[in-house]
T-cell receptor, first 114, second 113 residues
Framework: GENVEQHPSTLSVQEGDSAVIKCTYSDSASNYFPWYKQELGKRPQLIIDIRSNVGEKKDQRIAVTLNKTAKHFSLHITETQPEDSAVYFCAAGDGNTGFQKLVFGTGTRLLVSP | NAGVTQTPKFRILKIGQSMTLQCTQDMNHNYMYWYRQDPGMGLKLIYYSVGAGITDKGEVPNGYNVSRSTTEDFPLRLELAAPSQTSVYFC????????????FGPGTRLTVT
């Protein structure tokens, strides 16, 4: 089955800096790659996603890139703000099942210092 | 819409007790999921359902059971609770088979002592 690895486990940046979180996946049939943000004590919420027919997607300060050949994808946050502090999870859609089943990475705790 | 709701928010169980975690969604979503989140870890899929009457095991199903009698409800049953089941449990739903956003409930924090 699918296996998703996520790095780093923690990331500390200064406000205004950029942050990059990287994930690799194992199943070449996976074709959907969402990123979720989870604030302390809250539920995970989707912030951006990308499908396998697209190499890059942007939404204001966040962007996701996908390299299907290398089986890795990354989340980029520019001009970080203290409210970006949270745990970020990547996931890969298990393409073998024919319907939506996600395998999540172990998360990256991002801390943005003022 | 209330979205995905879960009850209870917190629960403490003694070893060997049983309980049901409730999950309801009002978005008419076909697909529903139960995940557990251990401290510092990602989300592990316990069970999922593609529609009323259809359920299947995920990555970590041992010690749990589910049922799906209606589109709206997807309860998770813990039988003979064990300390290893101490975790935060999230229910989620999504509309259909095309990959898209999973909407999560607020979670249930369960402690087994």
């Amino acid at each position: 089955g699918e296996n998703v690895e996520q790095h780093p486990s923690t990331l500390s940046v200064q406000e205004g800096d950029s942050a990059v979180i990287k994930c690799t996946y194992s199943d070449s049939a996976s074709n959907y790659f969402p990123w979720y943000k989870q604030e302390l004590g809250k539920r995970p919420q989707l912030i951006i996603d990308i499908r396998s027919n697209v190499g890059e997607k942007k939404d204001q300060r966040i962007a996701v890139t996908l390299n299907k050949t290398a089986k890795h994808f990354s989340l980029h946050i520019t001009e970080t703000q203290p409210e970006d502090s949270a745990v970020y999870f990547c996931a890969a859609g298990d393409g073998n099942t024919g319907f939506q089943k996600l395998v999540f990475g172990t998360g990256t705790r991002l801390l943005v210092s003022p | 819409n209330a979205g995905v709701t879960q009850t209870p928010k917190f629960r403490i169980l003694k070893i060997g007790q049983s309980m049901t975690l409730q999950c309801t969604q009002d978005m008419n979503h076909n697909y529903m999921y139960w995940y557990r989140q251990d401290p510092g870890m990602g989300l592990k899929l316990i069970y999922y359902s593609v529609g009323a009457g259809i359920t299947d095991k995920g990555e970590v199903p041992n010690g749990y059971n589910v049922s799906r009698s209606t589109t709206e409800d997807f309860p998770l049953r813990l039988e003979l609770a064990a300390p290893s089941q101490t975790s935060v449990y999230f229910c989620a739903s999504t509309l259909g088979s095309i990959m898209g956003e999973q909407y999560f409930g607020p979670g249930t924090r369960l402690t087994v002592t």
